[in-house]
């Protein structure tokens, strides 16, 4: 082996050493990360919320065989948010006044149409 090789091999010996005998920083010395509970939780918004209630609760009707499906989309949604969140969420007006103009704009939709449209797995995206 060269004596270039046999320096650069010291080097790289001496560097992994000195990394692995360091110790390791605390937990608590780093910055925490915001979880993904806490980071849904703030996500998500009245509209969000009322959106996916208006949805579930439409589609349920139109299609009740597939009820578990329409619950499982929803409780996604709402995943890492708290019930108090969830219950202060749905007692503002602003979740109560998107409710209600979904409710009527999707009570306007032929079911057939709605079942196609909205309730669909890959629904296309309202513009």
């Known amino acids: ?3 270039y090789w046999l320096g650069r091999l010291t080097a790289m ?9 360091s110790p390791a920083s605390p937990a ?3 910055p925490s ?9 703030s996500q998500l918004d009245a509209r969000s919320l009322a959106l996916s209630d208006t949805k579930r609760s439409y589609c349920t009707k139109l299609a009740p065989s597939q009820a578990g499906e329409f619950e499982t989309q929803a409780k ?10 969830l219950a202060k969420l749905r007692a503002s007006g602003a979740y109560k006044s ?3 103009a979904e409710a009527a704009f999707l009570e306007s939709v032929p079911p057939e149409n709605g079942v ?3 309730c669909a797995r890959n629904a296309p ?3």
């Open 1 to 3: 082996m060269s004596n």
């Open 116 to 118: 196609r449209l909205i």
């Open 13 to 21: 010996s001496a560097t992994i050493s000195m990394l692995l005998a």
């Open 125 to 127: 995206p309202k513009k």
């Open 33 to 41: 990360q915001p979880t993904l509970a806490s980071t849904r939780a």
């Open 76 to 85: 996604f949604l709402e995943r890492g948010t708290s019930r108090e969140t």
């Open 98 to 100: 998107i409710y209600d």
């Open 28 to 30: 608590q010395d780093r």
